[in-house]
């Protein structure tokens, strides 16, 4: 069964798909976020590299109030402004980055020319170390991904080429779409080859539901190639004097 949907709906269900997987890596850290009709936030400071609210809606919770349910005081607390409509600037923040959603039917990808990737899940906490060091460029892996995390609606995905994890992607579900981030490749996985083995893996996971993310700069041209197709803009703002980290 195909679903389809409208750019604006689309762009809804990326937003809460976005939010409930960065509560789902709270939860793992013992972090119980809070969901209202307009935004997720965390009082408590998340981990690196995740936000402390996502708006959900355009134009909904006040820039105060939201800048209220955080925690403001610790230095890296970010904001993901999902319809690049806020302005927290006089809250103390400043735009980190800007970026686009995206979107892609549902359906396996096309079949790329040159060296691919052989694709599993990962399964087990050992296995969710190895990637998460490969993620990170090759350091040790600290922990940021819980085996907790391994669930039937989270998807983490391991490209090999000749034994060692070459690239790799996260799958999420919630709703009637499927969330991609923190898609990486090495250089001997050419995005390209990357993209189409992950669109494949979740058409396999989840056939009939589109795809959807947000990227920028190369990554997103990367994406464009790989048949998706832009939902509108989105803004990561970070308080003033905190560190560079931002939410995936």
């Known amino acids: 069964m195909i679903i389809t949907h409208d750019i604006p709906s689309l762009l809804l269900a990326a937003a809460r798909n976005n939010a409930e997987w960065c509560d789902a890596v709270c939860r793992a850290h013992g972090l119980t976020g809070t969901f209202t009709a307009d935004a997720w936030s965390s009082a408590r400071r998340t981990p690196p590299l995740y936000p402390d609210a996502v708006t959900l809606t355009r134009g909904g919770t006040p820039e105060a109030a939201l800048a209220a349910g955080i925690d403001t005081r610790s230095p890296g ?3 993901k402004d999902s319809f690049a409509a806020l302005d927290l600037g006089p809250e103390g ?16 990808a096309p079949v790329t020319a040159g060296p691919s990737p052989q694709w ?12 998460e060091a490969a993620w990170g460029g090759g350091e040790e892996a600290a922990g940021l991904f819980r085996p907790s995390l391994l669930t039937a609606e989270t998807l983490f995905l391991t490209g090999r080429v000749e034994g060692r994890i070459a690239a790799g992607a996260v799958a999420h579900r ?3 779409v499927v969330g991609v981030s923190n898609l990486f490749a090495h250089d001997d996985a050419p ?6 083995g992950v669109l494949t893996a ?3 996971r989840w056939p009939g539901l589109p795809v959807v ?5 190369d990554d997103l041209d990367a994406a464009l190639r790989a048949g998706f197709t832009t939902l509108g803009p989105l803004r990561i703002w970070i308080r ?4 560079a980290s931002a939410g995936r």
């Open 77 to 79: 607390c970010t904001v």
């Open 93 to 108: 923040f400043e735009v980190l980055f800007e970026a686009q959603w995206i979107h892609r039917p549902a359906g396996a």
């Open 120 to 131: 599993s899940p990962v399964a087990g906490a050992g296995e969710l170390a190895e990637w």
């Open 174 to 176: 919630s709703g009637s």
């Open 191 to 196: 995005v390209g080859a990357v993209w189409a």
């Open 202 to 204: 979740v058409a396999a």
């Open 213 to 217: 993310g947000y990227e920028s700069g």
């Open 240 to 243: 003033t004097g905190g560190d």
